[in-house]
């Protein structure tokens, strides 16, 4: 609320006032779940109980596949916590894959 404010009152005279006094903001609920689910088999792929962060103790062995059909029936709902979840998985995933590996394995590599 504020910083926004003071960054709207900053733009005066520099941005429209259609912006400027804008008070909504564009939902992207529906294209982030689209696009988690239209990816939700490769996302996957890298979120079984042979990952990173299982072997490495940051989940629970077992837990993973019991989140990822949990995150995919809240892909339909009207908000994007699950879509935002799956990724946030993904991306811890990947990170420990880059500096915790000392090589991508073959069958696990390539481009997500």
Same mark, same amino acid.
């Given at each position: ?25 564009? #939902?992207?609920?529906? &294209? ?14 890298? *979120?079984?109980? #042979? ?5 490495? =103790? ?15 029936? =809240? *892909? ?9 979840? *799956?990724?946030?998985?993904? =991306? ?17 590599? =390539? &481009?997500?």
């Amino acid at each position: 609320g504020v910083p926004r404010s003071q960054l709207r009152a900053a733009m005066r005279g520099v941005l429209p006032d259609a912006i400027i006094e804008r008070s909504w903001k564009a #939902d992207f609920t529906g &294209p982030v779940n689209r696009g988690v689910e239209r990816d939700f088999a490769e996302i996957a792929k890298y *979120l079984t109980d #042979d990952a990173v962060m299982v072997r490495r =103790g940051f989940v629970r062995p077992g837990v993973l596949a019991g989140e990822l059909e949990r995150g995919r029936a =809240g *892909l339909r709902g009207d908000a994007s916590t699950e879509a935002w979840n *799956l990724v946030d998985l993904l =991306g811890l995933e990947l990170w420990l894959r880059v500096f915790f590996e000392e090589s991508p394995r073959p069958d696990q590599a =390539g &481009p997500i």
